[in-house]
């Protein structure tokens, strides 16, 4: 069991050499985890995806625990259902694959909520109109927009109308035989923006057996996105609200008005800012999640390779020139630090370790030479972290002349 409790309370050491790569890296998978996990929140997908993470955790325990039979029949498995549900699964991920822009998810980090300030006309307008709506059974579902993007969102976009709010225009979009009657209206900004959108479903089976596709669908896009709908029953008359997937119904016009003023209002000292604390705080949960999976992963994946240890070695000089010695003191020994897996590091054996240093190309004097990965013998797969310390500096002297040739050149001086 000591493996797998190594697996589970990993060496920190690695931490040190954390760089700005690595940072970038998990900011990323955050991002993209993140945006996964708000468009298929409540989805069937959703649900599988669970399932093969619960199946990949038991594969890294299996193989941190030394279960070689259980590890390999569970890789199988997790390999086989990831292919699985990419074919099962095609038509969702190409639709979703077709309607994300990047661009509008990367602007909508930085593009502050709608701001309201007081109780805008617009929305009085449309309190009014949905109660008029009720009270001659016809149905309507308004989606209004806030920090997340609706439109990457949308089953189906249903045409741009962009046009100011008025009853007159809302009462004829949700009115049957009017061509964009069937489907959503999304407003934004305070504008009827596009209308007969198709909304996603919600999957959940906690909604009453009354709730029929129109209710489903207000549920389905709140709980893909921070959007808040207004949904208009035909067959009850009943007008509600929904938010992150919660439905509340509302006795009255100025009942909606109040809930849709608070929920689309922000403070006056927010206007102006283009990145505020709500960057974080909105929807935290959903990215504290993200941060989480994407930091145990990088744990498990990321920071066994990242590991680090030091030693000390000795430094050997090779390819002295003949005619030169070494003089003085010289650097006799340094400090190593090798970053690299566990599996490699526990195979490295310390005392075949060299620092290298050629002096073919020395001159006479003093020196001085860098240590870097191409002087140390180190094996495949493991990396030079640092070395301390980084310069080792070398002093060539000449050798004297031996005494015979002294000699001989001695009398040749004094010849006449």
């Not at 109308?161 to 008025?166: E, I, L, M, Q």
């Not at 566990?342 to 190309?361: C, F, G, V, W, Y």
Request: charged share 20%; hydrophobic share 45%; glycine share 8%.
């Amino acid at each position: 069991m000591e493996p797998l409790f190594a697996f589970l309370l990993p060496d920190w050491h690695f931490a040190r050499g954390f760089r700005w790569r690595d940072v970038l890296d998990v900011a990323l998978m955050t991002f993209l985890i993140y945006q996964a996990y708000i468009r298929f929140r409540g989805t069937r997908a959703a649900r599988v995806g669970a399932g093969l993470a619960v199946l990949g955790i038991f594969y890294f325990l299996a193989q941190a625990a030394g279960l070689f039979l259980t590890t390999w029949v569970l890789g199988g498995i997790w390999a086989a259902s990831f292919i699985l549900v990419i074919v099962v699964f095609r038509a969702e991920i190409r639709q979703i694959l077709e309607q994300v822009n990047p661009l509008i998810a990367s602007f909508s980090l930085f593009r502050h909520p709608n701001q309201l300030n007081g109780v805008p006309d617009f929305l009085v307008t449309i309190a009014d109109t949905c109660f008029t709506l009720a009270q001659k059974r016809c149905g309507a579902l308004l989606v209004f927009e806030r920090r997340d993007p609706v439109e990457p969102l949308l089953r189906g976009k249903g045409v741009v109308v962009d046009a100011y709010v008025s009853s007159q225009l809302v009462e004829n979009l949700c009115t049957p035989p009017t061509p964009l009657h069937d489907g959503a209206l999304y407003l934004r900004e305070g504008r009827v923006y596009r209308a007969s959108c198709i909304l996603p479903l919600s999957e959940t089976l906690s909604l009453p057996y009354f709730y029929g596709t129109r209710h489903r669908a207000a549920v389905g896009i709140t709980e893909h996105s921070d959007a808040v709908s207004v949904v208009v029953s035909e067959e009850r008359g009943e007008v509600s609200v929904v938010e992150q997937g919660s439905i509340l119904t509302l006795p009255g016009p100025r009942e909606l008005v109040a809930w849709l003023t608070i929920r689309l209002s922000y403070p006056l000292e927010k206007q102006g800012v283009w990145l505020d604390r709500t960057l974080i705080t909105h929807n935290w949960r959903a990215k504290l999640g993200a941060l989480t999976v994407v930091g145990v992963l990088w744990l498990m994946l990321v920071g066994p390779q990242n590991t680090e240890v030091g030693f000390t070695i000795p430094v050997v000089y090779y390819d002295i020139p003949v005619h030169f010695d070494l003089e003085g003191k010289r650097t006799q020994e340094v400090y190593l630090r090798v970053r690299g897996s566990r599996e490699l590091l526990s195979l490295l054996d310390p005392s075949r370790l060299r620092a290298q240093i050629d002096l073919k190309e020395a001159k006479e004097g003093t020196s001085g030479y860098s240590l870097s990965a191409q002087e140390v013998n180190l094996p495949l797969g493991l990396q030079v972290a640092g070395v301390d310390p980084p310069v080792v500096t070398v002093t060539l002297k000449k050798k004297p002349l031996p005494e015979k040739l002294a000699d001989k050149a001695g009398p040749m001086k004094d010849h006449p």
